[in-house]
C-alpha cells in the first residue's frame, strides 16, 4: 500500500503536538495585528489536514522500486544489562481531565500518584517508520508532560551505566495538574529519572538512545539519501545543512544558511508543491521581504513570496516553484540579505513513502 507522505513544516507541526499536550491553542499562526483564534482539537486538526493533503495530491507515474539508501545506518546503543527499563502503563493516567492528550505513551503509577509523559516525535510517523524502542533520546532537550502536580516540581536524574548528571530542571505552565519540564539527557545510556514535589515523587528507569534514532531525524535522512539525483553543474545549488534540530522540543530538519539568515527545508524543492520554510534571523519579525527568480535558460521574471509570523524567532514564507530548473530565493531584512540557489526536480521526481522507505519515479535528465 503506498501513501504519500504530508509536507507539513516541522514547528506547525510541534505546535499542533505540544498545544495537543498543554491542553491550550498556543501557536497558531498569526498574521501582525491579528487576534487570536478559538480554540480547536489540535490533533484532530492536524490530522484533517495530513487527509486533505493526500486527497489533493495528483497520481504519480508507476515506478521501480529502487534498494534502501546504503548511507543511512541508524545508530544503535548498548545498554547495560542491569538496566531494568521501566515501561509505559496502558491506556491513559487515572483522572486526566476529558480531552487531555491521548496521543502519547505515559509512565507512572497510582501509588505515585504522579506520571509523566515524554514528547512522542513519532506520533505520525507510526504507520510509516519502523520506530525506535525509546522515547528518551540524549542530546537534545525533549519536552516532558506531568500529570498530578499542583505544587512546585523538580526533574532530577543520574546515569547509571556511567558518571554523567542531569543538569536539575522545573516544571512550568501548570494547568490543571499538569506541569512540563525541558530535559536534556546528556548521554546515550541507562538513566534514573525523578520527578519530585513537597508530596511525592516519581522515580523512572529509562533507556536513551542517541538523538540520530528519533523519528524526525530518521525521516529526514531518509528523505535526503532518497533524493534521485545530484543538481547539474550549471545549477550551484546552496548546500544543506544537517538534519538538525534547533530549538527546544523541534523537529528535525535540513537547513540553508547564508549571511546570517537560515531557512529550514524538508526534502528537496519539486516543481508545482506548495513549499513551506521557516526564516530565522535578525530583523526577520520585524522586517522581511522575499523574492523568487528563475535564474537559468535566460528567464529572469521575478514573485514576491509572502510571509507570515511563525513565532517570536521566526517568519512562515509560502510559495510554489511553479517549473523545474535552477532558481533564487532572496530574502532581506533592514540588517541583512542572503541569496540561497535552489534546484527544483520535475514533478516526477516528488517522493512517496512506501513500506519504510522512500520512493521516486523520476531518472536524471
Do not use: K
Not at 61 to 70: F, K
Not at 160 to 167: Q, R
Amino acid at each position: 500500500m503506498s501513501r504519500a507522505h504530508p509536507r507539513i513544516h516541522s514547528r506547525a507541526l510541534l505546535v499542533v503536538v505540544i498545544g495537543a499536550l498543554m491542553l491550550s491553542a498556543c501557536g497558531t499562526i498569526l498574521d501582525a495585528g491579528d487576534a487570536p483564534p478559538d480554540e480547536p482539537d489540535l490533533v484532530s486538526a492536524a490530522r484533517a489536514t495530513l487527509t486533505y493533503r493526500e486527497t489533493q495530491r495528483e497520481p504519480t507515474p508507476t515506478y521501480t522500486p529502487r534498494p534502501a539508501p546504503a548511507t543511512f545506518t541508524p545508530t544503535t546503543v548498548e545498554v547495560a544489562s542491569t538496566c531494568e527499563v521501566d515501561q509505559p502503563i496502558a491506556g491513559l493516567p487515572p483522572g486526566l481531565p476529558p480531552g487531555g492528550p491521548s496521543t502519547h505513551l505515559w509512565y507512572g503509577s497510582e501509588d505515585a500518584g504522579l506520571w509523566a509523559s515524554p514528547m512522542d516525535y513519532g506520533v505520525f510517523l507510526a504507520d510509516e517508520l519502523d520506530l525506535p524502542s525509546s522515547l528518551w533520546f540524549a542530546g537534545e532537550v525533549t519536552p516532558v508532560l506531568w500529570f498530578g502536580v499542583s505544587q512546585p516540581l523538580e526533574v532530577t536524574g543520574e546515569q547509571l551505566d556511567g558518571d554523567a548528571m542531569l543538569e536539575p530542571v522545573t516544571g512550568r505552565n501548570a494547568l490543571l495538574e499538569n506541569q512540563w519540564t525541558d530535559v536534556l539527557i546528556p548521554e546515550p545510556g541507562c538513566w534514573r529519572l525523578t520527578g519530585a514535589t513537597a508530596s511525592g515523587s516519581l522515580t523512572l528507569t529509562v533507556e536513551a538512545l542517541p538523538v540520530n534514532r528519533r523519528a524526525d531525524f530518521q525521516l529526514s535522512q531518509m528523505l535526503s539519501d532518497a533524493r534521485p539525483y545530484p543538481p547539474p553543474p550549471t545549477c550551484p545549488a546552496t548546500p544543506f545543512v544537517g538534519p538538525d534540530a534547533r530549538g527546544e522540543g523541534e523537529f528535525a530538519h535540513y537547513w540553508l544558511e547564508a549571511d546570517g539568515i537560515s531557512a529550514d527545508v524538508f526534502g528537496w524543492f519539486v516543481a508545482g508543491e506548495q513549499q513551506g520554510m521557516g526564516i530565522y534571523g535578525e530583523g526577520v519579525i520585524d522586517e522581511l521581504t522575499a523574492t523568487l527568480r528563475r535564474v537559468d535558460q535566460g528567464v529572469g521574471s521575478e514573485t514576491t513570496v509572502s510571509t507570515v509570523i511563525l513565532n517570536s524567532e521566526g517568519r512562515l514564507a509560502r510559495f510554489v516553484l511553479p517549473e523545474p530548473g535552477c532558481w533564487e530565493l532572496e530574502f532581506e531584512t533592514a540588517a541583512s540579505s542572503a541569496t540561497f540557489t535552489l534546484y527544483v526536480y520535475p514533478a516526477a521526481c516528488s517522493p512517496e513513502l512506501i513500506e519504510g522507505a522512500y520512493r521516486v519515479s523520476c531518472e536524471e535528465p
